[in-house]
């Protein structure tokens, strides 16, 4: 447990918005290269670690994405102020005072705030009312647009959540759980089986660009052909007030199998993994004793949504961990359900033998 806390702390320290992943790969390959076969870096920059060799057992593979959510400068005001963009999914509504960090031209960390309008000068409907995007403003606490360009902040300058690490009981608060927890499973995952004959071939990936359109991972899916993907994601917990009644997911209380994934908006996509493979990873889990909480994600997707579709079609399932505040400046997770994620995936890798494969 505490290498598993201590390893998403670390990650989750990261800046490391879409397009800006380096630093996740890096923290990836420092800590797997010991215990794989091979380790490459698209051009892209997905991170692809090869754990054996199993020319007989099925291609198995395990990803999670490595990028955040964030925004993109997009004007600097002759005031100093910073206009921007959103980079993913957020919510207005949470921006107002919370802190942030822009990355500048050379990849130095310059802090700033959401500006907020003093609540003595709000009038009663703005205090009832959430402003748009367009209209809210960072303050760096820089004077003028020059001075901006001096300190090496452009248009285009990615910006993400200020860094927050905290525990409290079982519970993990922190930015960038989605999907920082993910990857801290990859690297779990890598350290139990590190010595095992496995009976498949295992590549983990580290993905790109998941945050902004979903399809930074095609690269790598199409250079390995794996014959399962398995996609390492947030499930969205519904065990606070403001969403009781919606699902029965909750922390604590088991990794996530995603039975339907869907996004109406924008680009239709999503995922309905085969009733074979869904089949097999709930007898494990039974046979385990793990409990696997049952999850339909509307208005969500995965990398394994366009990914599935790649090359000839591939098997894929999401597998998820509850996450309390997703898109938000500090989500939430508890640490015991990245732990029996690892281990569902650690039996699941032991039980994926060919004649095993062959039946899905």
């Not at 997009?74 to 942030?100: M, Q, T």
Request: glycine share 8%; hydrophobic share 40%; with cysteine.
């Amino acid at each position: 447990m505490e290498q598993l806390i201590s390893i998403l702390k670390d990650l989750t320290q990261i800046v490391a918005p879409s397009g800006y992943e380096k630093g996740v790969a890096e923290y990836i390959k420092e800590r797997a290269s010991p215990y794989v076969t091979k380790i490459t870096i698209d051009r892209l920059g997905n991170i692809i670690c090869q754990v054996n060799s199993k020319q007989k057992g099925p291609k198995i593979a395990i990803s999670a994405h490595m990028d955040e959510i964030g925004f993109f400068v997009r004007k600097i005001e002759e005031n100093g102020l910073l206009r921007v963009v959103r980079l993913g999914g957020i919510e207005e509504k949470s921006l107002p005072g919370k802190e942030v960090i822009v990355i500048n031209k050379k990849g130095e960390k310059i802090q700033g705030v959401f500006g907020i309008k003093a609540h003595h000068l709000a009038t009663p409907k703005e205090r009832e009312t959430v402003a748009r995007i367009e209209e809210i403003y960072v303050d760096i606490g820089a004077e003028s647009r020059k001075e901006v360009y001096k300190w090496g902040i452009e248009v285009g300058c990615p910006m993400v959540f200020n860094r927050t690490f905290f525990q409290q009981g079982n519970r993990i608060f922190a930015n960038s759980i989605d999907n920082r927890g993910g990857c801290a499973v990859l690297l779990r995952v890598l350290a139990e089986i590190r010595n095992q004959d496995l009976p498949c071939e295992v590549y983990l990936i580290g993905s790109v660009q998941e945050e902004f359109s979903l399809r930074g991972i095609l690269p790598a899916v199409r250079t390995l052909g794996p014959d399962l993907l398995i996609c390492l994601d947030i499930a969205p917990a519904c065990d606070t007030p403001d969403l009781a009644g919606y699902s029965d997911v909750k922390l604590g209380c088991g990794p996530a199998i995603n039975l339907y994934s869907f996004h109406g908006r924008g680009t239709l996509a999503g995922l309905i993994p085969a009733k074979t493979v869904v089949d097999l990873i709930t007898q494990i889990a039974e046979d385990q004793n793990i409990s696997l909480q049952r999850n339909v994600f509307f208005g969500g997707l995965t990398d394994a949504s366009f990914a599935q579709l790649e090359l000839k079609g591939m098997l894929a399932v999401d597998l998820g961990f509850p996450t309390r505040y997703a898109h938000s400046p500090v989500e939430v997770c508890d640490y015991r359900d990245l732990e029996h994620l690892t281990l569902l995936l650690v039996f699941l890798l032991n039980n994926l033998d060919s004649e095993t494969f062959h039946k899905l």
